[in-house]
């Protein structure tokens, strides 16, 4: 059964529960949203979730489904016998979801079904389950398998992001690394410490993060198990030790050191803590990111003048510059089907991130807010997470890949920033 | 300069001396004998002598960069240089904390505070200073010496601060 993980999903976090500290606010969205109709699902009423306000809330924060307010329904239909398409066609609807919730001794089933109005058929009907711990689980698989059917990419919404918290304050607390789902609920502090942290990375697998800390009074980077919370100090060497970022097979991290005289990028087997030099110029080399085979490198350079994007092979060590527009271009990430390269640019001064083609080399500015910063790219390719300034706070807010649909998700308290969106669970 | 410093410092022996005398004085204490005989006082009297940071006291001790570069500016030659005549015959060692202002990526800004702390570093070196007494460490934009955006914030949190150890 497709959404059999959803049993599985046991992810027991040694971590606080915070209230959640991230609304969203849509920015922008697409020119003509599809109208799309949840109906509040049978059964679910009082339920701890509200299950059609997540659906719909997700399916909103995509920026291509307007959905039809619940007030504005005729009918409630539960499934397809009741289904009338004459009065989804009045509301403008061109989708229609509908669903049953059955309780059966604590554990929560919902059927649901999607139906498309216009050609007044059903497209699917699918089945999920969890406890009533997971409703918010059971709610993003339903936009998932919606989304999915819909635009033919899978969703992303049961996916979750890491970002680091600053409250501000001088104290044991005032650095925070935060894990929430993708639309910032559910929110669990993994570490906090006095100490600045920044720079988190998701393995592949889902099951660690490699982050930044300063608690010895240096950088330091440290992995830390997300069902145990057991952190391990990865390195400590003289100098900057920072940047990590997981291979393909999540066996090494590549990261930056200094102890040879120069930022450098190096690679370190995490079994054996073996490290190999990957580059070597006494220009600032950093922020690494691997390529999908796990071959190459691209990184951040200032070996020419100014910061540019580089790619290294691993097997040859040789150089390429990818980037030539602009003098400020830095913190590389790959989309994840390879076409694609988001990165911080500076253009008159003001910090942008940008998509560049990887094979035309066209560069394209997604965003216009203020000292943007950290793209992280969902693993479905449609959106990036980013860190900006609002208000004179640090926020994160979100933009699709074709710059059409922007969301805010303000903090209620301190900067936010350094996000990463996780992988797809497996 | 060096007759001022030299007095200052026999005037801390003799305060640290007497310190230490009458920190032995109360006979009741059950631990006075033990006490007396660590002569902790001498010992930390003459570590003052060398701990003694007046000698330095008016001199700056942060140092400021332009964006996105580790050239030391030629305002904070005068002041190293009376850091780096302190250090080579003190026995202290220093600490040089690199920072960047916000704008630009956080781990280039953390390579960048490191080539800045490293500028200041070199600097001492060159003075004469051993390289053994000098830590640095790069914080990056992590910790702003001001907070706000805009050159006057800027211009302050582009900076190496020196801190004895």
């Not at chain 1, 890491?162 to 304050?169: A, R």
């Amino acid at each position: 059964m497709k959404y059999s993980w959803i049993f599985l999903f046991i992810l027991s976090l040694f971590a606080t529960p915070v209230m959640a500290r991230l609304t969203i606010e849509i920015t922008s969205g697409v020119d003509n949203p599809t109208p799309i109709a949840v109906v509040p699902f049978a059964g679910s009423l009082g339920l701890s979730e509200d299950i059609q306000d997540i659906v719909s809330a997700d399916l909103l924060r995509s920026g291509f489904f307007r959905p039809i307010p619940k007030t504005d329904m005729l009918s409630m239909p539960k499934a397809e016998a009741e289904v009338f398409y004459r009065d989804w066609r009045m509301l403008g609807a061109s989708y229609l979801v509908v669903g049953q919730m059955t309780n059966m001794g604590g554990r929560y089933q919902l059927q649901f079904e999607l139906y498309d109005v216009i050609s007044q058929r059903k497209i699917f009907q699918k089945q999920v389950a969890g406890t009533d711990s997971q409703l918010r689980d059971i709610a993003h698989a339903v936009s998932d398998a919606v989304y999915e059917a819909i635009t033919g990419i899978r969703g992303a919404f049961s996916t979750k992001i890491l970002y680091v918290e600053d409250l501000k304050q001088a104290g044991a607390g005032r650095y925070r690394l935060v894990y929430a789902d993708a639309d910032g609920a559910r929110d669990r502090v993994l570490f906090s410490s006095s100490e600045p942290l920044l720079s988190p990375a998701w393995s592949n697998d889902m099951s660690k993060v490699a982050y930044v800390s300063f608690e010895t009074s240096r950088p330091a980077i440290f992995i830390q198990e997300l069902a145990t919370g057991k952190r391990t100090q990865m390195t400590n060497f003289q100098g900057l030790n920072g940047a990590p970022a997981w291979s393909p097979d999540d066996q090494s991290l590549a990261l930056v050191l200094s102890k040879d005289g120069n930022p450098e990028i190096y690679t370190l087997e995490i079994a054996t803590k073996k490290l190999r030099r990957v580059t070597d110029h006494f220009a600032i080399d950093t922020e690494p990111n691997w390529t999908a085979d796990g071959r190459s490198l691209i990184f951040t350079s200032n070996r020419g003048g100014s910061p540019q994007i580089y790619q290294v092979s691993l097997a040859t060590g040789r150089v390429e510059r990818l980037t030539f527009e602009g003098d400020y271009n830095a913190r590389p990430r790959l989309s994840p089907d390879g076409k694609t390269i988001i990165m911080v640019h500076r253009r008159d001064g003001i910090f942008h991130i940008t998509s560049q083609d990887v094979k035309t080399g066209n560069m394209r500015i997604l965003t216009e807010t203020w000292l943007d910063e950290s793209p992280s790219i969902a693993p479905n390719g449609a959106m990036l997470l980013y860190a900006t300034q609002h208000q004179n706070k640090g926020v994160l807010a979100a933009v699709s890949m074709d710059a059409g649909v922007k969301f805010r998700l303000p903090s209620k308290q301190g900067d936010v920033r350094e996000p990463a969106w996780s992988p797809f669970s497996k | 300069m060096l007759k001022s410093i030299k007095s200052f410092a026999i005037l801390a022996v003799v305060m640290g001396l007497m310190v230490g005398c009458s920190s032995n004085k109360p006979a009741e204490d059950p631990n006075a004998a033990n006490a007396a005989g660590t002569g902790a006082g001498v010992t930390q009297s003459t570590v003052d002598v060398d701990n003694d940071l007046s000698a330095v006291a008016g001199l700056a001790t942060v140092f400021y960069f332009e964006f996105d570069s580790a050239v030391l500016l030629p305002e904070g030659r005068a002041a190293l240089i009376g850091h780096a005549e302190f250090l080579r015959n003190a026995s202290k060692s220093v600490r040089l904390e690199g920072h960047a202002d916000e704008r630009g990526t956080r781990e280039y800004n953390m390579a960048l505070g490191e080539r800045r702390a490293n500028a200041v570093r070199d600097f001492l070196v060159l003075q004469g200073v051993s390289s053994s007494k000098i830590e640095t460490v790069s914080y990056g934009e992590e910790r702003p010496a001001v907070s706000g955006s805009g050159e006057s914030s800027y211009s302050k949190n582009r900076r190496v601060e020196l801190s004895y150890q």
